[in-house]
């Protein structure tokens, strides 16, 4: 695992990782409220989670998952759950579409995110496909492209560098540097390893 936010227990102003590669970030207009497991982050509008770029999260081969509840999905443009300055990243784009990107490609799976409720959402990706998992069963793959390494930073609840803020909670969000089974993916759903 190479970030692992719980979003349990954290000092103001901050978001710790509890996996061994210690990605704390800036946390700043955020709140901490009730969740799928203890505690989940309340992003809004003016939230602000900035990761510092990390040799550690450039990979080019990952699986991201979490709990994700939207307040409101966009009737245009898109707001970010997690991005990485372009190389790989997860977006709720207008009437609900939820795109996950990474090697130069993307997938989308239509109208799948609803405000006021909370979704498991997981994206994989290989040098050969992209795919997006919900509530633990398997939606969509697409091909994949190039993997473009390096990135200036990542943003939670957003866009890096800036922009597209995600207003709602996201709970238990971890990042590994390998492609999960469907298996792994539904036991993820608790929370756990």
Same mark, same amino acid.
């Given at each position: 695992?190479?970030?692992?936010?719980?979003?349990?227990?954290?000092?103001?102003?901050? =978001?710790?990782?509890?996996?061994?590669?210690?990605?704390?970030?800036?946390?700043?207009?955020?709140?901490?409220?009730? %969740?799928?497991?203890?505690?989940?982050?309340?992003?809004?509008?003016?939230?602000?989670?900035?990761?510092?770029?990390?040799?550690?999260?450039?990979?080019?081969?990952?699986?991201?998952?979490?709990?994700?509840?939207?307040?409101?999905?966009?009737?245009?443009?898109?707001?970010?759950?997690?991005?990485?300055?372009?190389?790989?990243?997860?977006?709720?784009?207008?009437?609900?579409?939820?795109?996950?990107? %990474?090697?130069?490609?993307?997938?989308?799976?239509?109208?799948?995110?609803?405000?006021?409720?909370?979704?498991?959402?997981?994206?994989? =990706?290989?040098?050969?496909?992209?795919?997006?998992?919900?509530?633990?069963?398997?939606?969509?793959?697409?091909?994949?492209?190039?993997?473009?390494?390096?990135?200036?930073?990542?943003?939670?609840?957003?866009?890096?560098?800036? +922009?597209?803020?995600?207003?709602?909670?996201?709970?238990?969000?971890?990042?590994?540097?390998?492609?999960?089974?469907?298996?792994?993916?539904?036991?993820?759903?608790?929370? +756990?390893?």
């Amino acid at each position: 695992m190479r970030l692992c936010y719980q979003f349990d227990g954290e000092p103001v102003g901050q =978001v710790l990782d509890a996996s061994a590669y210690g990605h704390h970030a800036a946390a700043s207009s955020v709140s901490y409220v009730a %969740g799928q497991a203890g505690s989940a982050l309340q992003c809004n509008a003016s939230s602000v989670i900035r990761l510092t770029e990390a040799a550690t999260l450039d990979l080019p081969t990952f699986t991201m998952e979490m709990w994700v509840y939207p307040d409101v999905v966009p009737t245009a443009g898109r707001v970010g759950l997690f991005d990485t300055d372009g190389t790989y990243g997860l977006f709720i784009y207008a009437n609900g579409d939820l795109r996950c990107s %990474g090697h130069g490609a993307s997938a989308t799976a239509a109208g799948v995110m609803a405000a006021g409720q909370w979704t498991h959402v997981a994206c994989t =990706v290989d040098a050969s496909q992209v795919s997006i998992y919900l509530d633990g069963g398997l939606v969509l793959t697409a091909a994949s492209g190039t993997y473009n390494a390096g990135t200036t930073g990542s943003a939670l609840c957003g866009n890096a560098p800036s +922009g597209d803020p995600f207003s709602g909670k996201v709970d238990c969000f971890r990042i590994w540097s390998s492609v999960r089974t469907a298996g792994q993916i539904l036991e993820g759903m608790a929370c +756990g390893n």
